[in-house]
């Protein structure tokens, strides 16, 4: 079982505690699962205080010996009730503070009602963009981690590869790839950070299945077994030609490898084929742009404009009104990390961003074709995560 090591978690408390210092905040309150896990190495239920200054405290509620086996942090503490929370605070930052931070993005409304009342002098701000742009910049350890995805995930489209029959359905077909991946680790759960954003392993699909949208803010859905699970592999039959799309997320001691690749029993129809080519050309070319300076906005802006050169600009990453308006995502410990590719998002790139690019071209009624690999800024340019081979997957 890895441990994240002490000296990292320092690392990041630290990073965290100069921007409350630069934002005149006396301390931060994070509760999320992931946040917990990237600054305490552990999971267990609970809050971790880090004042402005001095030692981080980590107050569980539930299991505290689970945490004291799982965290490398030296301040852990029971937390049995919000009553004791004013008085931990106290103890952590030196005195009531009188600004605090709280992840305003994904903390419901009920839980930060329970820890306001506690501190009814205290003024609050919202620490989740600075906790975003902190875990956005990944540490060596965390591209080894990474790292470790990616084989897992090279491992899953060999499975995909090897499973592929014609005449199974598409939750037949995922059944083998997902129990695969099972099988070499795969944590399961797969960790959005946005609203009501959910995925299981990813999205497997084929022939006009695959161009169906539906509520996640992505370029291909698929239908799923259902309105109670509108994403992903559903109950249609996979028949040869058809293009098949494997978008699978890798999951490993919590970090997240994307992947995206097409695969066709016997030969794809021409019009597919030639739009997997330009998927191709597309990923190639972002690619070979990707380095520090360069901005999200720059890439994506050239995605755009190598797919309108290609002759696809109308079937690029969607159709219509809901197209996805990005060209890829950060990933790390979530699927919907920063940066991402996208208008807007100017901030320039740094050594150890990590982030997806998945062309992907779709029609409607018929069915779509892409590609996608997750990718490190390095001081030469774009490390590649992913491992599979950049093409269309025969069968």
């Given at each position: 079982m890895p441990l994240t090591p002490r000296d990292e978690l320092t690392i990041r408390i630290d990073q965290l505690q100069r921007h409350l210092q630069s934002q005149s905040l006396d301390a931060a309150l994070i509760g999320q699962?992931?946040?917990?896990y990237y600054f305490t190495g552990s999971m267990q239920g609970g809050l971790l205080i880090v004042p402005a200054a001095g030692r981080a405290v980590y107050a569980v509620r539930r299991v505290f010996e689970r945490a004291i086996q799982e965290s490398r942090l030296e301040e852990i503490v029971r937390f049995e009730s919000f009553r004791q929370l004013p008085d931990l605070v106290r103890g952590a930052a030196g005195r009531t503070p009188r600004r605090m931070g709280l992840e305003h993005d994904v903390l419901p409304v009920a839980v930060r009602d329970r820890i306001v009342a506690g501190f009814p002098?205290?003024?609050?701000?919202?620490v989740s963009p600075a906790i975003r742009t902190i875990r956005a910049v990944k540490s060596p350890y965390e591209l080894e981690r990474l790292r470790a995805s990616g084989t897992l995930s090279a491992q899953m489209i060999d499975a995909a590869v090897g499973a592929l029959?014609?005449?199974?359905?598409?939750?037949?077909?995922?059944?083998?790839?997902?129990?695969?991946?099972?099988?070499?680790?795969?944590?399961?759960?797969?960790?959005?950070?946005?609203?009501n954003q959910e995925v299981f392993f990813g999205t497997l699909s084929s022939g006009e299945a695959a161009a169906m949208q539906s509520f996640p803010d992505v370029p291909l859905a698929g239908q799923g077994p259902g309105p109670a699970s509108p994403l992903g592999a559903g109950w249609r039959r996979i028949v040869a030609g058809d293009p098949i799309i494997v978008d699978y997320v890798a999951a490993l001691d919590g970090y997240i490898c994307d992947q995206t690749r097409t695969l066709v029993l016997g030969a794809l129809p021409e019009k597919f084929a030639?739009?997997?080519?330009?998927?191709?050309?597309?990923?190639?070319?972002?690619?070979?742009?990707i380095h520090p300076g360069a901005t999200p906005q720059d890439l994506y802006r050239r995605a755009l404009a190598r797919a309108d050169a290609l002759g696809y600009a109308e079937h690029f990453m969607g159709h219509?009104?809901?197209?996805?308006?990005?060209?890829?995502h950060g990933v790390g410990l979530e699927l919907d990390e920063w940066p991402v590719l996208a208008e807007g998002w100017t901030q320039p790139l740094q050594l150890g961003h990590v982030f997806c690019v998945e062309p992907k071209i779709v029609f409607p009624g018929e069915g779509a074709v892409g590609i996608e690999d997750q990718f490190a800024v390095t001081p030469d340019g774009a490390e590649r995560l992913t491992q599979s081979e950049q093409r269309l997957f025969t069968v």
């Open positions: 699962n992931i946040d917990l002098d205290t003024t609050w701000a919202d029959r014609e005449g199974m359905t598409e939750l037949e077909f995922a059944a083998r790839v997902e129990a695969a991946a099972r099988m070499k680790g795969h944590q399961g759960i797969v960790r959005m950070r946005g609203w030639r739009a997997h080519d330009a998927a191709l050309a597309i990923l190639a070319d972002i690619q070979a742009a219509g009104a809901l197209r996805a308006r990005y060209i890829g």
